[in-house]
């Protein structure tokens, strides 16, 4: 990654804003529910709340934000915010897939090969990594 890259993505960081995001959030803005749940997850003008960052990636879920269905996938996973269940993983990382998300696209396909939260399955694996 060129230092320009790195640069314009700590820029893009920096300016995210806690109360821009929350009046987003509060409109039913499924990306603005996404970006207030990782102001929490990573205290960004916030003071850090997983239980909270969870709640608002759920929140856009039920928006039908591929994003916040990946990281509903990846807190159940590692247990942010939420008890771990890998099964409950598997279901958000496949229903963020099949709504077009790229690393939605790539957990599912691992988690088929691991056999994470779901039975391993190598055509599977196969069937989501080539898309």
């Known amino acids: ?12 960081v920096n ?3 806690f109360e821009s995001c929350q009046k987003l959030a509060d ?13 929490y997850e990573y205290g960004i003008g916030v003071e850090k709340n997983e239980k909270k960052a969870f709640t608002y ?9 591929s994003n916040g269905m990946y ?14 269940d890998k099964h409950k993983a598997f279901m958000y990382y496949l ?3 099949e709504a077009g998300n790229s690393m939605g696209v790539l957990k599912t ?5 691991y056999g994470i939260g779901v039975e ?9 990594i080539v898309k």
Request: a negative charge; proline letters at 0%.
């Open 1 to 12: 990654m060129e230092n320009e890259e790195i640069t314009q993505i700590s820029d893009a």
């Open 15 to 17: 300016q995210l804003d």
């Open 27 to 39: 409109m039913n803005d499924s990306n603005g529910s996404y970006l207030l749940g990782y102001c």
């Open 57 to 65: 990636y759920q929140k856009s879920t039920d928006i039908n934000d």
């Open 71 to 84: 990281q509903v996938g990846y807190c159940y996973y590692l247990g942010i915010g939420v008890e771990i």
């Open 95 to 97: 229903k963020s897939a």
């Open 109 to 113: 396909a691992w988690c088929y090969y």
């Open 120 to 128: 391993k399955n190598e055509n599977k694996f196969w069937e989501w």
